[in-house]
C-alpha cells in the first residue's frame, strides 16, 4: 500500500508541476472554447499577476508534495488552487470534474494522511 500511496502522491505532484510550468513556458495546446469560456479567460486575463501567481503555486506546491517532509505543506497550499479548480469545472467545463474530483480526492488524501502535522499547526 506504501508504494501505491507513493506513487498516486507523485503523479500528484507531476500534474500540478505540469500545469504550473505550462503557466510560464506556454507549451501545452489549449483546446477549443466556447464563447462564454473565452470571455472568462479574457477577464482573467486582465488581471496580469493572477495566472504566473496561480503557476508559482502549483510549481511549488508539486514540488513540496513530492517530498514526504515537505508533503502536508504543499497540500495545504495547493488546496484553494484546487477549490478554484473544482469551481471552474462545476461553472464552465463540467466534462473536467471527472480529473479535478479524482485530483481533490487526492488531495483530501494527503491531508487525512497528515492530519497530525496539520493539528500541530493549528495548536
Known amino acids: 500500500m ?3 500511496k507513493t506513487i498516486v502522491f507523485v503523479l500528484f505532484a507531476l500534474m500540478f508541476i505540469n500545469a ?4 510560464f513556458l506556454h507549451y501545452m495546446p489549449i483546446p477549443p472554447m466556447s464563447a462564454e469560456l473565452q470571455k472568462v479567460g479574457e477577464a482573467i486575463g486582465t ?3 493572477i495566472i504566473p501567481l496561480t503557476g508559482f503555486i502549483e510549481l511549488i506546491s508539486g514540488i513540496l508534495i513530492l517530498f514526504p ?3 502536508t505543506l504543499g497540500a495545504l497550499m495547493i488546496f484553494p488552487v484546487l477549490i ?8 464552465f467545463m463540467p466534462e473536467g470534474l471527472v480529473i479535478s474530483g479524482i485530483l481533490f480526492l ?8 497528515n492530519k497530525e502535522k496539520i493539528k500541530y499547526l493549528l495548536s
Do not use: C, M, Q, S
Request: no cysteine.
Open 2 to 4: 506504501k508504494i501505491f
Open 20 to 23: 504550473g510550468l505550462d503557466k
Open 47 to 49: 488581471v496580469k499577476w
Open 69 to 71: 517532509r515537505t508533503r
Open 84 to 91: 478554484g479548480i473544482l469551481a471552474h469545472n462545476a461553472t
Open 106 to 113: 487526492i488531495e483530501i488524501w494527503i491531508l487525512i494522511d
